[in-house]
């Protein structure tokens, strides 16, 4: 009886000692794992958890950043500049202006724009049947890309698949069409097009060229299978009012700082490469005759000499040739012009 009990005693001796030891050490361990938390611990800025929130969590990367959380981090601790938030906008802008105690400045809306109106079934010519992986960055390293302009669309739809707003449809003729509304200008497209035909353009331009192609005149048309190509005439320059545009390598392309949406360049384009938005539905000038004072400031800013009158006079609007370009009405002193 007193083996067993000397055997049983030296058991519990042999399993106690390591229990207590180990337990012993895993207490060692964890007062030091506290202290060290407690002493390297990295102070974060409630700032940065605050801006995260007010992202929209969208990881787009049109901040320039990796994601939200590195975006908000550079606005706390580098001074980035707080309106680089595309899907969140103006609101966004504001609640970060908010919580850093900053003012709001400006954010220009913008949405992505494809130049280029081919890349439907119908409207590429194709020099051969592409058969591989189903990718854009794929297809153009063979040959150069199976369609015949070497600038233009291939519908293999790396842009929509990039898209997660879900602002990039496909039509009935296989066109890619962007919705204006869903579109945040992330610029996720743009970095997805291996030809670099996508754009962002300020939301309240509506005149966009509608090609990519550097081919000349004749080049161009024998090319594009669409009926839409640009082919470098220089027409629309030279008609332009404000300058806005110019034409290098065969291609005519818009200065949006300079535009005034006037979409004159659309109707004297003979391809028709140039898509005016508000085609037909643009509004005119129409002067007040209570209001006006002959002041000829209007007549002086029209572009297209649209306004006439003498000095002290009534002014008017020669409709046929006002092109709805708006530059008369915040020069008005009277507030006596309105579009209609």
Not at 135 to 155: I, L, Y
Not at 230 to 253: E, F, M, N, W, Y
Request: hydrophobic content about 40%.
């Amino acid at each position: 009886m007193s083996l067993i009990l000397l055997q049983s005693t030296s058991l519990a001796a042999t399993i106690g000692l390591p229990i207590i030891i180990i337990g012993a050490l895993g207490l060692l361990f964890g007062l030091i794992l506290a202290i060290a938390s407690k002493v390297f611990e990295v102070q974060i800025d409630p700032r940065v958890e605050e801006i995260i929130s007010a992202l929209p969590g969208a990881n787009c990367g049109a901040c320039g950043q990796a994601g939200c959380a590195g975006y908000a981090d550079q606005i706390v601790h580098e001074g980035e500049a707080i309106n680089k938030c595309a899907p969140g906008g103006a609101a966004t802008v504001a609640l970060i202006a908010k919580i850093m105690g900053a003012t709001a400045g400006a954010m220009q809306q913008k949405v992505a724009v494809i130049h280029c109106s081919s890349g439907g079934q119908d409207n590429t010519k194709w020099k051969y049947n592409y058969d591989g992986v189903s990718s854009c960055k794929a297809a153009v390293n063979v040959a150069g890309g199976p369609n015949s302009c070497s600038w233009g669309c291939m519908g293999l739809n790396d842009c929509q698949a990039a898209c997660t707003f879900d602002a990039i449809s496909i039509d009935a003729n296989g066109m890619r069409v962007i919705d204006y509304d869903k579109c945040t200008a992330c610029g996720a497209c743009v970095k997805a097009c291996p030809r670099g035909l996508i754009a962002l353009v300020p939301i309240n331009r509506n005149v966009y060229i509608k090609c990519s192609s550097k081919e000349k005149g004749p080049d161009a048309k024998a090319v594009c299978g669409s009926t839409h190509p640009c082919i470098g005439c220089g027409i629309c320059s030279r008609k332009c009012p404000v300058q806005a545009i110019t034409v290098t390598d065969s291609l005519a392309r818009i200065d949006y700082d300079k535009c005034i949406n006037c979409g004159l360049c659309a109707t004297v384009c003979p391809t028709k490469a140039i898509q005016d938005l508000l085609a037909g539905c643009r509004k005119k000038a129409e002067i007040d005759p209570e209001g006006c004072i002959g002041c000829t400031i209007c007549a002086k800013v029209c572009p297209v000499d649209a306004i006439s009158g003498e000095l002290k006079q009534l002014h008017t609007v020669d409709k046929d040739k006002c092109i709805g370009c708006e530059q008369c009405v915040p020069k008005c002193p009277k507030k006596a012009i309105e579009m209609v």
